[in-house]
């Protein structure tokens, strides 16, 4: 079964500062990777998605980045920080029947 | 716009008694759909997956697609404190590739 490990748990950050959140996946080779963003108590939107190292694809502009630099490794980063970053940041790869699966995600307050 | 709206937007049910959410889409192209709970603070959980038209059931959890009616539906039986949570319909057409579309949510609370 594959596992989701994102990091921090947690970050509070000074609007302007940069920012990097990662996103390990272990036990799936080649995994579809995901970046969701969460406000509080909201709905899901899809940031990113890579279907292989060096790819990724931006579905919506928010001042947001991100990378894969490995295989089983997803990060999602910023130069600048806006009040709009915050909320909770979710990593999820896809599984058997194309069934996404998530990670615990990554608080973020800018302040 | 949203394209999978969710109703109720909240729910309270007694322990023992059965909840239902419901979701309707806007895009006939929506042909797959999952439902998923989040816990307050974690990541959301997969909780079934229904692709075909009827009910899908997995233990006190049945789904229910009817794709000429754009509607899917949640019924969970001996509802627990447990499932008290965030729930989520989302749903994936077969063009759009790698883009799963969230419904707003549904607030389950379970009281005793």
């Known amino acids: 079964a594959q596992t989701i490990h994102q990091w921090p748990v947690a970050e509070i950050k000074a609007v302007g500062s940069p920012l990097s959140l990662g996103c390990t996946i272990k036990g799936k080779s080649s995994p579809n990777l995901y970046w969701y963003w969460q406000a509080t108590g909201g709905t899901l939107q899809q940031l990113f998605y890579s279907i292989t190292v060096g790819q990724v694809e931006s579905v919506v502009q928010l001042n947001l980045s991100a990378s894969r630099p490995k295989d089983d490794q997803f990060i999602l980063s910023t130069e600048k920080l806006l009040l709009s970053h915050s909320g909770f940041y979710l990593c999820?790869?896809?599984?058997?029947?194309?069934?996404?699966?998530f990670g615990a995600g990554t608080r973020l307050s800018v302040l | 716009q949203q394209k999978v709206q969710q109703s109720p937007e909240s729910l309270s049910v007694p322990e023992g008694g059965m909840a239902s959410l419901n979701c309707t889409s806007s895009?006939?192209?929506?042909?797959y759909f999952w439902w998923y709970r989040q816990h307050s603070g974690e990541g959301p959980k997969a909780l079934m997956?229904?692709?075909?038209?009827g009910d899908k059931k997995e233990g006190r959890f049945t789904a229910h697609l009817n794709k000429a009616s754009l509607h899917v539906s949640l019924h969970i039986r001996d509802s627990q404190p447990s499932d008290s949570a965030l729930y989520f319909c989302?749903?994936?057409?077969?063009?759009?590739?790698?883009?799963?579309?969230f419904g707003q949510g549904t607030i389950l609370k379970v009281y005793l």
């Open positions: 895009d006939r192209n929506f042909q």
């Open positions: 989302a749903a994936r057409a077969t063009s759009s590739g790698q883009k799963l579309v």
């Open positions: 997956s229904i692709f075909s038209d």
């Open positions: 999820a790869s896809r599984g058997s029947q194309n069934t996404l699966y």
